[in-house]
C-alpha cells in the first residue's frame, strides 16, 4: 500500500464500517428498485399515451419523469458504491467518503429543489384559484 493510500485511510471501527456497509446496501437497493420502477412505470404509460392520438402531446412528462429518476437514483447508486469502498477496503477511504459525500448532495439538492418548486407551482394554482373564486 503506498503512503498516499496510508494518509487517507481512516481507522474505523468493525462496527462502524459494519454500518457504513449496511447504509451502501440500502442506497443501492433504494437506487436499484427506484431505477427499475422508473423503467417500469415508462413502459407502461407509453403504450397507453402513444395508442391515444390525443394524448400523443403528453409523453415528454413519463419520459422527464424516467430521465429524472434514472439521473438522481444513480447519483444514489454511485454515492452507495462509494461508501461501500469505504466499509470493504482498507485504503483511499477519504476519497471514497468525499466522492460518496459529492453524489449524495447532488441527490438531495435536486430533491429539495423539485420539492420547492412543486410548492411554488401549488402556491401560485391556489393563488390563482382563490382569485378566480372571489370575483
Known amino acids: ?3 498516499l493510500s496510508n494518509e487517507r485511510r481512516i481507522p474505523f471501527t468493525q462496527e462502524d464500517e459494519q454500518r ?3 447504509a451502501a446496501t440500502w442506497g443501492m437497493i433504494v437506487s436499484i428498485t427506484s431505477i427499475a420502477s422508473g423503467g ?3 413502459l407502461v404509460q407509453a403504450p397507453i399515451i402513444l ?3 390525443g394524448l400523443r ?5 413519463p419520459v422527464l419523469v424516467a430521465v ?3 439521473v438522481v437514483n444513480v447519483w444514489l447508486l454511485q454515492a452507495s458504491l462509494s461508501f461501500r469502498k469505504v466499509a470493504l477496503t482498507d485504503e483511499a477511504d477519504q476519497v471514497y467518503l468525499l466522492e460518496g459525500f459529492r453524489k449524495l448532495r447532488a441527490y438531495f439538492m435536486i430533491q429539495v429543489i423539485l420539492i420547492l418548486a412543486m410548492f411554488g407551482l401549488f402556491g401560485i394554482m391556489m393563488l390563482a384559484l382563490m382569485g378566480g373564486f372571489m370575483r
Open 1 to 3: 500500500m503506498s503512503e
Open 57 to 61: 402531446g403528453l409523453i415528454a412528462a
Open 20 to 22: 457504513i456497509a449496511s
Open 40 to 42: 417500469l412505470s415508462l
Open 68 to 70: 429524472y429518476t434514472l
Open 51 to 53: 395508442d391515444n392520438p
